[in-house]
Nanobody
Framework: QVQLVESGGGLVQAGGSLRLSCAAS????????MGWFRQAPGKEREFVAA????????YYADSVKGRFTISRDNAKDTVYLQMNSLKSEDTAAYYC?????????????????WGQGTQVTVSS
């Protein structure tokens, strides 16, 4: 059974930073693509960032490019999302997702496994 457990969310002032973690278990994730998505109240879930577990190629939504960094620690089976220069519009529940295969996609329905989410609230 694949499990993804997010942590690191919280309340932060605009301009501040947070680092989200996603601990993965139940599989060997070397052939997976990992993504971060977010969903604000009343809005659709949207792509934030993704990384190929093998090779480490990274991809970002335009709205977070230059502010967010996705990375992974193979030894710990953990993916991180470092979020800097946070804005009020970054407020959302953030979800970690895993997709079988090496192809990265920005579409939520193409991911196979999801975490429970962690709330990020940015106060202005």
């Amino acid at each position: 059974q694949v499990q993804l457990v997010e942590s690191g969310g919280g309340l932060v002032q605009a301009g501040g930073s947070l680092r989200l973690s996603c601990a993965a278990s139940g599989r060997t994730f070397s052939s997976y693509a990992m993504g971060w998505f977010r969903q604000a109240p009343g809005k659709e879930r949207e792509f934030v960032a993704a990384i190929r577990w093998r090779g480490g190629n990274t991809y970002y939504a335009d709205s977070v490019k230059g502010r967010f960094t996705i990375s992974r620690d193979n030894a710990k089976d953990t993916v991180y999302l470092q979020m800097n220069s946070l804005k009020s519009e970054d407020t959302a529940a953030y979800y970690c997702a895993a997709r079988r295969g090496v192809i990265v996609t920005t579409r939520p329905y193409e991911y196979d496994y999801w975490g429970q989410g962690t709330q990020v609230t940015v106060s202005s």
